[in-house]
T-cell receptor, first 114, second 110 residues
């Protein structure tokens, strides 16, 4: 079974530039999560999709971050304009629906804003 | 108050000893509880989950849940150097929202 695919693996941009991350979840997984993990901290939930609808985006900085999940499969997360404090690993995870369903993580995208 | 709280550590244990990790959560409606392990530079991977009060054992790992106290713990028996990692507690609430704690760093010394 293929895992969660993310790209790119690494990205370096200057502040005020824009960047986009892509995620392809495990086939059949209706739930898709985007997390931001700053070095030394736990993953922080940015947005959660159920199929192509947003379930929770309460911690997404909507003035600069946006995300979409077209056709309930692939998802993209965009930052525009980037700030220095956006430097982090962006993790995508997917799971089946259900309280006991495990979330599987992709390898993440390490973003450095200089 | 953070939704999911863990002691950041590091928790240093000698090889062969028991490592005990704790996690508290604030949402009484939380439905299931997960322990993930994360090696440096890698993504989190699931160790085990629990949703009923009491203990659940899987190999050298035991998860304990007390919903009345809003407390979940993880015991690692016979700790090995390969267990050195950050352990993340995650709590799933209504709507499948999955919230992580800050993680506890564990160091197992040979």
């Amino acid at each position: 079974e293929a895992g969660v695919a993310q790209s790119p693996r690494y990205k370096i941009i200057e502040k005020r530039q824009s960047v986009a991350f892509w995620c392809n979840p495990i086939s059949g997984h209706a739930t898709l999560y985007w997390y931001q993990q700053i070095l030394g901290q736990g993953p922080k939930l940015l947005i959660q999709f159920q199929n192509n609808g947003v379930v929770d985006d309460s911690q997404l900085p909507k003035d600069r971050f946006s995300a979409e999940r077209l056709k309930g499969v692939d998802s993209t997360l965009k930052i525009q304009p980037a700030k220095l404090e956006d430097s982090a690993v962006y993790l995508c995870a997917s799971s089946l629906a259900g309280a006991g369903a495990e979330a599987f993580f992709g390898q993440g995208t390490r973003l450095t804003v200089v | 108050q953070k939704e999911v709280e863990q002691n950041s550590g590091p928790l240093s244990v000698p090889e062969g000893a028991i490592a005990s990790l704790n996690c508290t959560y604030s949402d009484r409606g939380s439905q299931s509880f997960f322990w993930y392990r994360q090696y440096s530079g890698k993504s989190p991977e699931l160790i085990m989950f629990i949703y009923s009060n009491g203990d659940k054992e899987d190999g050298r790992f035991t998860a304990q849940l007390n919903k009345a106290s809003q407390y979940v713990s993880l015991l690692i028996r016979d700790s090995q150097p390969s267990d050195s990692a950050t352990y993340l507690c995650a709590v799933k609430a209504a709507g499948n929202k999955l919230t992580f704690g800050g993680g506890t760093r564990v160091l197992v010394k040979p």
